[in-house]
């Protein structure tokens, strides 16, 4: 999967501290076209995203056009991740994993500036569906 202005693949930061999920959800990405980084922790997912983070006076360009995040994790939750980057600038799609959904997390989570929830464990065709969809929203709002 590519950017339609660029043609460079789209890059998705993977966060999830179970090493079988966030291999599964890697190679049904990579399998897709996406370039896809991963990490295992919320500290990780922040450090990675570091630079832009601190670029002074005006963020960059990201180093991740969507981010997918596990909400339980070590240190950092992908709560308080969305909730940070999204006060720091970041506009980029955010999708939220979680095993824990509710009708309240649904709320909070896009009451919140996610651009979904999946449900874990997933299912391969959701979350390619809803990663297509966002690429394609971002291409109808760059247009």
């Known amino acids: 999967m590519s950017t339609p202005?660029?043609?460079n693949p789209i890059r998705v930061l993977v966060a999830d501290d179970d090493d079988d999920i966030r291999t599964a959800v890697q190679e049904l990405l990579e399998d897709e076209g996406y370039a896809v980084q991963c990490v295992s922790t919320g500290a990780e997912l922040l450090a990675y995203l570091s630079s832009w983070l601190l670029d002074e006076p005006a963020p960059r360009g990201s180093p991740?056009?969507?981010?997918?995040?596990d909400v339980r994790m070590p240190g950092f939750n992908g709560l308080n991740i969305v909730e940070g980057l999204r006060a720091n600038g970041f506009r980029q799609p955010i999708v939220i994993?979680?095993?824990f959904s509710d009708d309240a997390m649904r709320a909070r989570?896009?009451?919140?500036?996610?651009a979904a929830l999946v449900d874990k464990p997933f299912d391969p065709e959701t979350l390619g569906h809803v990663l297509k969809s966002l690429v394609q929203r971002q291409a109808a709002n760059a247009s």
């Open 97 to 99: 994993m979680t095993a």
């Open 5 to 7: 202005a660029t043609g």
């Open 109 to 114: 989570v896009l009451n919140m500036g996610a």
């Open 64 to 69: 991740a056009d969507i981010i997918v995040t």
